[in-house]
C-alpha cells in the first residue's frame, strides 16, 4: 500500500485500531490545514441531530450540522465550494473552501443561492500540534489518502462512507468493513 503524506485536502481514515475512541472512531477527517505548527480537519461522517437552523436563529434552511471533532465543539465552522460567493475563503484544494464572510453566507442561504450540496457545517474541529499528527501516523492510528471526491465530497456524508473505504483498500481492511462499530456488542 502507498503511503501518503498529510498534506491540506487528503483523506485521514481511521485505523480499525480507534475502535472504542469517542471522537474518532470509524472517521473520515478532511484535513483542512498542516503545517509546521500543527494540523486542522472536520470529520466528513458524523452527522449530529441539530440542523444549522437550530443553532443560527437567522438561517431559516435546516441544513444537515455535522461534528467536525473534539476541539471547540461551541464553535461553528463551515467548508464550501462556491469561494466566488463567499469573500475572505481560504482554499483547502481540489475546490474546497473553508469559512468567509459568514453574514453573507447567510443571506446566501436564505436567498436559496446556496444550497446544501455548496456547503457543509460543524461543530468544532479535529486539531493536532505539531508532530502529534506524524506520532498518530506512526503509530498506524490513521491512514492517509488522496481526496479523489475532490469539491464532490461535500455530499459524501453518510455513516457508510468508513465502511465504503475499507472495502476500497481491500486486503485486511475488507475484514473490518463488515465489523460491528462496537466489537463486544457482537
Do not use: C
Not at 26 to 41: D, Q
Amino acid at each position: 500500500m502507498v503511503h501518503l503524506k498529510p498534506t491540506k485536502g487528503k483523506l485521514l481514515i481511521a485505523e480499525p485500531s480507534l475502535t472504542g475512541d469517542v471522537s474518532f472512531n470509524r472517521s473520515i477527517v478532511l484535513l483542512a490545514e498542516h503545517n509546521e505548527e500543527g494540523s486542522v480537519g472536520f470529520i466528513l461522517n458524523k452527522p449530529l441531530e441539530y440542523q444549522i437552523s437550530d443553532l443560527v436563529n437567522e438561517i431559516s434552511i435546516p441544513f444537515q450540522v455535522y461534528n467536525g471533532g473534539p476541539v471547540e465543539q461551541d464553535n461553528l465552522y463551515f467548508i464550501h465550494k462556491v469561494p466566488h460567493l463567499i469573500d475572505n475563503s481560504i482554499e483547502i484544494s481540489d475546490g474546497i473552501y473553508w469559512g468567509g464572510d459568514f453574514d453573507k453566507t447567510v443571506d446566501l442561504i436564505n436567498q436559496k443561492v446556496i444550497s446544501e450540496d455548496d456547503i457543509r457545517f460543524f461543530l468544532g474541529y479535529s486539531g493536532w500540534s505539531s508532530l502529534q499528527l506524524d506520532q498518530e501516523l506512526s503509530s498506524k492510528s490513521w491512514i492517509v489518502v488522496t481526496n479523489e471526491y475532490e469539491s464532490q465530497i461535500i455530499k459524501k456524508s453518510s455513516n457508510a462512507f468508513w465502511k465504503e473505504k475499507m472495502v476500497e483498500l481491500g486486503g485486511d481492511y475488507l475484514l473490518w468493513s463488515n465489523a460491528p462499530e462496537n466489537p463486544s456488542l457482537n
